[in-house]
């Protein structure tokens, strides 16, 4: 994220002595993409962010995933998965619905504090589509709630700690997620045509500091998992600064561009990963041309898997198809897909949609998790036609 943030105490200059109040050196770590010549932070510890006493290996309970055969557009209702326990988080309570080597895919609605994690693999981006909560990272925390994405990037340590029961749509790429490069000056500013600016993010505003030994630590990396254990709790930074840090984004402050014709999904376009985009669907004034037909014209993405999760309102061109709040939509490169059968007849002379949904756009094919086989309905690609298979 190339926009500076000052957090709490830290030295004028960089890499100089900077001393507890006890006369010993703060530790410094540098946080930084693409080795030393991107973003970065750097950050200062009261105790060496190195000390490890212990590390384990941890086995991965996700499962694997499946090629989406036969081919066809599928509809999966994240409001039936269920949980094995009373009390699941947001980490290891995750069940994947999708997946391919650029992007993991997972749903969870966790109810109880995470264990601290770190995804060294690659940036993270959480979307609260319900409930809220406080992020704890070494950085400081972050309050979210309905409608916050959440990005936190490359081996930032965190947790999750609801404070009510919190649906959440968690991507894990294997590179970093920002906003479109189209929308950010040379400098990192956002420019005028973006529909969402610096004003509209928020970041932690000061240090979290929890005293504690021998502090576990989950790891994800590019080999599986690891629990390493820390002789001193890792949020113990009593300051930072730079451009690389979590970061919150509510998806009501996203300003919707509209047009006089139905306007293609690139206007929705929010964040960008490698190999794939997000797009944010918003209540907003639609088409106004005397002739425009509002719903989305059929189409065919033939570089691209849309996958498109209903988070709020009616959304007028899945009307008759079974969609509701909490669906999920797949319609995978090799189909054309479009508004079901009545929804453009509907639509003419419809001036506003009241909806909202959070699309992915992934440039390889997505796979199926498990998760994704324990909530599809079966009955979705037969919906154009109104019969099922002969």
């Not at 709490?8 to 006890?22: A, L, M, V």
């Not at 599928?74 to 947001?90: G, M």
């Amino acid at each position: 994220m190339a926009y500076y943030r000052q957090v709490g105490e830290i030295p004028r200059k960089r890499h100089t002595q900077f001393r507890k109040p006890d006369g010993g050196l703060y530790a410094e770590e540098l946080m930084g993409v693409e080795g030393f010549s991107a973003d970065s932070a750097l950050l200062y510890h009261r105790y060496l962010p190195t000390a490890i006493v212990n590390a384990e290996t941890v086995k991965d309970e996700r499962g694997s995933v499946a090629p989406n055969l036969p081919l066809k557009p599928r509809h999966f209702k994240t409001t039936d998965l269920t949980w094995a326990s009373d009390e699941v988080d947001a980490v290891t309570g995750r069940r994947k619905l999708f997946g391919n080597p650029d992007v993991t895919i997972g749903f969870v609605v966790a109810n109880a504090p995470s264990p601290l994690y770190r995804n060294a693999f690659g940036d993270e981006l959480l979307y609260v589509q319900a409930g809220s909560g406080v992020i704890e990272t070494i950085y400081g925390a972050l309050t979210v709630g309905d409608g916050d994405y959440v990005v936190i990037p490359t081996s930032c340590t965190y947790r999750v700690v609801p404070s009510s029961p919190m649906s959440l749509l968690v991507l894990e790429a294997t590179g970093h997620i920002g906003p479109p490069r189209r929308y950010l000056s040379a400098k990192g500013q956002f420019l005028e045509h973006s529909p969402y600016c610096e004003r509209d993010i928020r970041g932690p505003s000061e240090p979290l500091l929890v005293d504690g030994e021998d502090v576990d630590v989950l790891v994800r990396h590019r080999a599986g998992l690891t629990r390493f254990t820390y002789a001193n709790h890792p949020f113990d930074v009593v300051g930072w600064d730079g451009c690389l840090y979590p970061w919150a984004f509510n998806i009501r402050d996203f300003e919707p561009i509209t047009g006089r014709v139905h306007q293609p999904p690139p206007v929705h376009q929010t964040f960008e990963g490698p190999n794939f985009v997000v797009c944010s669907f918003c209540p907003r004034k639609v088409d106004y041309h005397p002739l425009a037909v509002p719903v989305p014209y059929n189409h065919a993405n033939v570089d691209s898997d849309e996958l498109m999760f209903y988070v709020g309102g009616n959304y007028e061109a899945r009307k008759g198809s079974g969609i509701g709040i909490g669906s999920m939509s797949l319609h995978p490169s090799g189909c054309t897909h479009g508004p079901q059968p009545g929804a453009v007849e509907a639509s003419l002379g419809v001036d506003y949609f009241d909806e909202t949904a959070v699309m992915v756009d992934t440039f390889r094919p997505l796979e199926l998790g498990e998760a994704a086989e324990a909530c599809e309905d079966p009955a979705y690609a037969w919906t154009w036609a109104r019969r099922g298979p002969a």
